[in-house]
């Protein structure tokens, strides 16, 4: 039926805390800062336990830090060979960084030393520009210096400490940023934020402090923690004197505040790239360098992000609710709801209907509005049921939305569209030949008002084009009693089969579908749900017309039917609806030109070629190869060379017309049968190396009535169990210069020619294996049909079983030969495994040939009353009642041994191989093994 759309959003408001909840809120901001709040995240830590002093401080952190030192003198910037940065041993296995201006052999000027990192290493959801992340950011740290007196400040020659919180370059001496700095408050050492412009040798501008909270010895640690909140551009800083020299406190639970909640954006905006550490010092020696350093300890980095309540939905728009008028309500659809951080559970996410559309949660009770419960900050999957309310009069019912609302989270919608049609009419064709498909009067009934549920059907046994066809919904589309119907439009249009009861795309036995026009393409669409049933014709040309399915084996073309596309055609079956279109056993698809059917890029396909159904390739271009899998597959053209650098798998190849060379790179499957008719030509001649593997599971043949040229890069595999038989008919040509060595290898039969007539097997050039079963017809002498290969072609015979078989008319005379197997300028090698003649033959080896002779005296096994040979292992014992001349012949000719029986048996002993023992008239063959 016609497509419905819908909308689906949602929407959510405040979530309000319980009195329960809200104590323990109290409670919990009464222990901790409002910027620790659970769900932070922590974006870099480091607390330099590396494990060995490293000077200079080395690598690390988390994630891993790349860490640089950089010292200037005070005036000139010059870079100082005496100071440097380490870890050190605090206690146990704890170490801190230290910035140390001096060395225990270098003094070292009045200047800075600083260590710096990039901020480019924070990890997610850190944002280098501190105003654009998405919550409150906090530094937590230890710092000290182990200078007695209190530290004087930033100038030349003083003495203080920092730790950068953000600056926009790594030279602290010329950037911008946020520090906290340890100098001089009212007598001793205290903690402050503060910003800086131009580098921290210029006097810092205080955001915060100095603290009243002095420390109690200047060389104590003292634990900070500084948060910066984006939303307002609110600073915080919380200061802990450890009282010790030695022994830090943990930072993130520093809890005293000091001073007041200050506002500052000066740099907020900026873009930062680096944090680091900063000594202010004087000139320094060599022997007071551990009197002057600074230390710092365990910096870590959060964010705590601010999670906003979120509802989801798995589809924004429901379409397609119908039904007939008095038959409601509409089948449900539905959609998934679905929230993230939602505040104010236990609670319930409110899910309303609209004025014609209720919902339900399991699909049975429908209502205006449910509710969907949940008990945490997530909701889980749920599946929420939609359906057109029954009542209805015939009418659309388009653009109404749900919603969904709760949990603090924005409302959701999802927008319905649908239908109430009243009940189908079936409309015939009457119109004339070139008749207007809008004409009312051409349909009977008169079609005054055209509905989607409309069922079109064109049945009166004639050829007719129609003209003007719109884009236009039906339910039903009918060609039936051998109706041939030919659609023409004056611009594009879509013709949509909505589907009803049945069958709803029909075009039945006997009968044919036409779209030839060169322009305005037509496509017929089936919506979701509608079948379609292809048993007649239908012909697709010069132009990009379509027939889709959105469903798997939506479109089904039966057994007797075809489909036929001609040039300037698209993909007639679209691109985007994988295994839409089945080709049953039985049906065809004649291609002449256009693009290929399988539209989706490979291994995919739009098309389902099932086993027994054709492809016929009738195009001068060539078809779809690579990656693809096709039925049965004829070619019927005159002289066309295609192939593919990739797999390509088929059932039955049948070469109808034309000389077809193939250029197949790679792994060529055959699971069914090979035929050459008479007068075409098949070539295998790929340009580099390629196989054709016969991989079926039942017997497989190559029947070659014409021509076949195996090329000399391709090579023949047989990986199917059962066997192959090769036939090369009457009159039929062979030649191979490539290897069809696995060919017989596998359980094959080789039938090198036809019944009456020479088959002539020109293997010029070839390493041919006739490992198999080689069967053979002797009809007459002058017609015998041999394998021969020359050129200095090699035969291997190596495990052949050769069987010859004999017309019952033909009689044979004494002492005739046949040539079985000749190479006639190489050679043939190798034992024949088995062999089975017809009576009275054996075989004749040579180094070129195997031939076989018949003998009238090999029928006689017996003579008068005694039997005249026995073989007892290597041994044959000569027996005889008179006096016989005897003789012992190899096969080849060779005399072995001579004599004469005297009424007495004669014990003979030979070596292996094949013998013809005569004693008397009577001749016998005999085998040592």
Known sequence: MKNLNTHLSKKAKSSIWTNRYFGYVILLFSLIPISSVIGQTTVFTDDFNRGAVVIPLGNGGTPSMTYTTATTSTGTGVLSTGAYSRSQQLSGSDYVANIVPANSTASQTAGRTFITAPLSTYSSPFVSTLSSNTGPITWTFNMRTNRTTALSGFAGSAYAAAVVLAAT??????????????????????????????????????????????????????????????????????????????????????????????????????????????????????????????VFDDFKVTVNPVLTPSLSISSSTLTGFTYITGSGPSASQTY???????????????????????????????????????????????????????????????????????????????????????????????????????????????????????????????????????????????????????????????????????????????????????????????????????????????????????????????????????????????????????????????????????????????????????????????????????????????????????????????????????????????????NVASGATLRFEPTSAGTVIFSGSSPQAFTNNGTFINGSFSTFSVTNASPLVFNNNSGAALSSSGSIAATLNNLGTLYPGGNAVVGTFDLTGSSINLGGTLSMDVTNLSTFDQVTASSASTLDVTGLALNVSQDPAFIPVDKDSVILITATSGTVTGPVASYTLPSGWYLVYSPNRISMKFDLATTLSEKKKDRWIAVSGKDVILKSDLDQPFMVNLITGQTVKTGVLRSENQRITLSNGLYIVSVGNQKMKVVIK
């Not at 520093?254 to 010092?281: E, K, P, R």
């Open 169 to 294: 370059s790594s030279d602290f001496m010329t950037a911008n940023g946020y520090a906290v700095v340890e100098a001089k408050g009212t007598t001793r050492n205290a903690i402050s934020l503060v910003r800086f412009a131009g580098g921290l040798g210029a006097t810092p501008t205080t955001i915060i402090g100095p603290s009243t909270d002095l420390a109690t010895n200047n060389v104590n640690f003292f634990s900070v923690k500084v948060v910066y909140t984006p939303a307002t551009n609110t600073w915080q800083l919380y200061v802990r004197d450890d009282a010790s020299a030695t022994v830090k406190g943990d930072p993130t639970t520093t809890a005293t505040q000091v001073g007041s909640d200050m506002t500052d954006n000066t740099y907020t905006g900026s873009t930062m790239t680096h944090f680091g550490f900063f000594l202010n010092h004087s000139t320094l020696s060599a022997a007071n360098i551990t009197s002057n350093m600074g």
């Open 336 to 674: 998934n709801l679905s929230g993230l951080n939602l505040t104010g559970y236990p609670g319930n996410i409110a899910v309303t209907g609209s004025a014609n559309y209720e919902v339900s949660t399991d699909n049975f009770s429908f209502s205006s509005s449910v509710n969907v419960a949940y008990t945490s900050a997530t909701l889980s999957s749920t599946p929420i049921y939609v359906r057109l309310k029954a009542g209805l009069g015939a009418a659309n019912y388009d653009s109404e939305t749900l919603g969904a609302s709760g949990g603090g989270a924005t409302a959701s919608i999802v927008t319905c569209s649908g239908l109430v049609v009243n009940p189908p009419t079936t409309y015939t064709w009457q119109g004339a030949d070139l008749g207007d498909w809008t004409v009312d009067a051409n349909w009977t009934p008169t079609r005054t008002s055209p509905a989607i549920n409309d069922i079109l059907q064109f049945t009166d046994g004639t050829t007719k084009a129609i003209t003007n066809v719109p884009t236009q919904t039906i339910a039903q589309m009918v060609v039936s009693n051998n109706t041939t119907v030919e659609l023409q439009s004056s611009a594009s249009a879509v013709l949509t089969i909505a589907g009803s009861t049945g069958v709803d795309f029909d075009v039945q036995s006997g009968s044919s579908l036409k779209i030839i026009q060169a322009t305005n393409t037509i496509a017929i669409s089936l919506n979701t749900g509608a079948t379609g049933s292809v048993a007649g014709n239908i012909t697709f040309t010069t132009a990009a017309h379509t027939l889709t399915s959105p469903d798997a084996s939506g479109i089904t073309f039966q057994s007797g039917s075809t489909f036929n596309e001609a040039a300037g055609c698209g993909n007639p079956f679209g691109t985007t609806n994988l295994n839409s279109v089945d080709f049953a056993n039985g049906s065809r698809f004649i291609y002449q030109g256009g693009s290929n059917p399988f539209g989706a890029t490979a291994p995919n396909s739009v098309v389902i070629w099932s086993t027994g159904s054709t492809f016929v390739h009738q195009s001068s271009g060539n078809p779809a190869l690579a990656n693809r899998t096709y039925a049965n597959f004829e070619l019927d053209q005159t002289g066309v060379n295609f192939g593919s650098a990739s797999p390509v798998t088929m059932d039955n190849l049948t070469v109808i017309s034309g000389n077809w060379g193939m250029n197949f790179r790679a792994d060529f499957n055959i699971k069914g049968n090979v």
